[in-house]
């Protein structure tokens, strides 16, 4: 058995897919860490290609080598929920102005999406962890 690498920094981040650069927030949090912020962009970016213009959560792990991995995550809820529904933001007022509708078939399709990273132990349960964040951003959920 291979000794462990040493873990000195764990950096969560988030990025617009495939679309990584130098600039903040890599640069600036990468950099601070002394990581190869081009090896990181690369792989990221090539990751990530394929999701347009989502916004991607990634959990960076550094060593005490400089070396690092990366995990990343689905798309946040409201980012899913903003896009299915078509709106620019949430309510300011969510008891109070509603601002958009979505169907149960929107909702389940998220739920499905961000099943792997949510605490559900079903389907139904992650519909239901999807529409609660859905009508604290104003967001009608129709049965």
Known sequence: MKPTKKVTAKIKIRV???KATPA???????????LNMMDFINAFNE????????IVP???TVFEDKS???VTKTPPAADLIRKAAGI?????VPHKEKVANLTRQQVADIAAQKMPNLSANDPAAAAKIIAGTARSMGVTVDD
């Not at 903040?24 to 002394?34: F, T």
Request: net charge negative; no cysteine.
């Open 47 to 54: 990751q990530t290609r394929d999701l347009g213009d989502q």
């Open 88 to 92: 620019e933001k949430g309510s300011g």
């Open 68 to 70: 690092f991995t990366f």
């Open 24 to 34: 903040p927030p890599v640069g600036s949090v990468l950099g601070q860490h002394g």
């Open 58 to 60: 990634v959990e960076v």
């Open 16 to 18: 617009p897919a495939g």
